[in-house]
């Protein structure tokens, strides 16, 4: 039961959530023809349009969007095999299990051959990166 009061109680907020649809397959499929007609206009192959700052800017947003769904690499990043995180963990793995294999059948200088060796291929490698930088300069 409640007593008659003058002062007024507050009372719990509620959620409110209003749901709004997003189609990500229409948003890109927008992104890239107003890109597509931008570029166009740019090379005089369609006359010039009433474009504003805003869809200049929201075109140029993210360039992460559709890179993880398109299986490819982000444009415009160029990646040698050699600089690839795939090779360079199974040149570590090779590694690892090439001095497993020489430590239980030659013993401690099985280990101490391959630390020679990589050492001399890491001069060899560092010594051609000098080169072809002195050569740019």
């Known amino acids: 039961m409640k007593f008659p009061s003058i002062f007024r109680t507050s ?12 189609d990500p397959v229409k948003e890109e499929i927008d992104q890239r023809t107003q890109k597509i007609k931008r570029e166009l206009q740019a090379d005089g192959a369609l006359p010039m349009g009433d474009d504003n ?8 947003g993210s360039s992460l969007r559709g ?15 050699l600089t690839s ?12 299990i090439g001095a497993l294999f020489g430590y239980v059948y030659y013993g401690p200088d099985a280990i101490y051959a391959m630390l020679y060796l990589m050492g001399g291929i890491a ?4 010594f051609f990166r000098l080169r072809t930088n002195s050569k740019r300069k």
Do not use: C, H, N, W
């Open 53 to 60: 700052e805003d869809d200049i800017l929201r075109d140029y």
């Open 85 to 96: 995180a795939g090779l360079i963990r199974l040149v570590i793995f090779v590694v690892l």
């Open 11 to 22: 009372k719990p907020m509620r959620f409110d959530i209003k749901p709004r649809y997003y």
């Open 67 to 81: 890179a993880f769904t398109a299986g490819s690499q982000i444009k415009g990043r160029q990646s040698s095999p």
């Open 123 to 126: 001069l060899v490698v560092f």
